[in-house]
């Protein structure tokens, strides 16, 4: 072991579990990519304002959780927090908008970052999943993205998530809630910060985890009693457009989400076996973002997914995933002139596709037919002067143990053929 330890709050992925991660990033971008999103990749740090602005000046992620530093020229920058922020920038800037197809959808998938207290689930360094649908108000865009989360997880197998959904209403009716809540909330026996909060951003003391809070939040105004008729007829119709999909949803009044950018529809997926840390990914839509950035009116919805509690929730319904052996075929020569003619069978057999591995180094047949093992290959080619001199390799299936003599030329078609 070095001298140095990955920082806290932060873990590396190794193999073979990393095999798990990849597999849930494609997993989850599958549908995206199935359903018209165009990949982004945005730096992994922007101008610090971008965030405060972006993500709301009264927010956790920004008071409390970015890493924002200042740089040798004097640039003020964060590390991401979070993706829809960049995102939008990124289309704006690159004039996405007007190239006259709206929704501009995305998807992205990187890493995340938040000075938060580390726990099982809550990491400094994760990774998201996300997909963005910008430039368009319309309630099956809305339920196109939870029903495309939805299928990723359940080809991933999972089961044991719930699909949480509100409406936090519009600029028309969300002001005249707030008013509402905030007079509730003054009458409230709270702390400070919490008193603070109510005047900054009070939906989201709903939000509070505490339970001698939300005790008092019993009989809270609920925004659902203050939507405005033209955000109740848009919810409705998403809500019935995930029936008719056949997507489970639980109606969930108190759901606010962290982010201050959040309009209309809202939604979290949390899964039951992972306790305090329950969200596996949440979104909404985001109609005042843009022009919070400095952009056009530009009505959208999102989500981002996380990867890091997306396979803890596979751990926790006991799921392996069904991933292809990295190695199919397993080269061991046996001294200098099979290296040389194995080696480039192996060169041969990855041109055609097939994936192989060789035994590098000087070991001798025991040490290299236990990498072969360990490599997962269903298949070990081995060849020694003999062999050679019959013009052949010995073809072993590491399942049965068969070993059968191929000649050397038809070693790449045989296999390619059978793997
Ligand atoms: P939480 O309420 O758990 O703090 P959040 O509302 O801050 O979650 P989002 O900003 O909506 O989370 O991010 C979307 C997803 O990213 C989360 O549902 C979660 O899966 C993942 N995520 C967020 N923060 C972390 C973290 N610190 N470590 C690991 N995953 C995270
Ligand atoms: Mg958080």
Not at 213 to 227: F, M
Request: glycine residues 10%; contains cysteine.
């Amino acid at each position: 072991m070095s001298t140095f330890k990955a920082p806290k709050g932060t873990y590396d992925l190794l193999p073979p579990d990393s095999a798990a991660y990849l597999a849930v990033r494609e997993a989850i971008a599958a549908p995206l990519r199935a359903s018209g999103y165009g990949y982004i990749e945005t730096p992994g740090f922007e101008n610090v304002e971008l965030f405060a602005r972006g993500v709301g000046e009264s927010t956790d992620i920004v008071t409390k959780e970015m890493y924002a530093f200042e740089t040798k020229g004097g640039d003020r920058l964060a590390l991401r927090p979070e993706g829809t922020a960049s995102v939008l920038r990124a289309a704006l800037e690159g004039n996405l908008h007007k190239a006259g197809n709206l929704p501009v959808k995305l998807w992205y998938s990187g890493s995340y970052y938040r000075y938060e207290r580390p726990q099982k689930g809550r990491y400094r360094h994760f990774s998201q999943v996300g997909a963005e649908a910008i430039g368009t108000e319309d309630p099956a865009l809305d339920a196109e993205l939870i029903i495309l989360a939805d299928q990723a997880y359940r080809s991933l197998g999972l089961r044991r998530f719930r699909i949480l959904l509100n409406s936090l209403g519009d600029q028309e009716c969300r002001p005249v809630y707030r008013d509402a809540l905030q007079s509730f909330l003054r009458g409230l026996d709270l702390d400070e910060e919490t008193r603070r909060r109510i005047e900054i951003n009070p939906l989201r003391v709903l939000d509070d985890k505490r339970a001698e809070v939300q005790k008092q939040l019993t009989g809270a105004p609920v925004l659902r009693d203050h939507l405005c008729d033209a955000c109740t007829a848009y919810h409705e119709e998403v809500r019935a457009l995930l029936t008719a999909a056949g997507v489970a949803y639980e109606d969930d009044e108190r759901l606010v989400r962290g982010l201050d950018y959040y309009t209309r529809t809202t939604f979290e997926f949390v899964h039951d076996g992972l306790g305090s840390q329950s969200a596996v990914g949440g979104g909404g839509r985001y109609d005042g973002l843009s022009e919070m950035i400095g952009g056009p009116a530009l009505p959208s919805v999102g989500w981002a997914l996380g990867v890091d509690r997306t396979v803890l929730a596979l751990e926790a319904e006991g799921i392996t995933l069904d991933l292809p052996a990295a190695t199919s075929v397993y080269a061991v020569p046996l001294g200098e002139e099979a290296r040389r003619v194995l080696f480039g069978l192996v060169s041969e057999l990855r041109r055609a596709g097939v994936s192989a591995d060789f035994a590098y180094g000087a070991k001798g047949l025991k040490g290299a037919m236990k990498n072969a093992h360990r490599s997962g290959a269903r298949y070990a080619l081995v060849a020694g002067e003999r062999d050679l001199a019959e013009g052949v390799a010995q073809l072993k299936d590491m399942e049965s143990g068969e070993q059968q003599a191929v000649a050397l030329a038809e070693v790449v078609d045989r296999l390619r053929q059978t793997v």
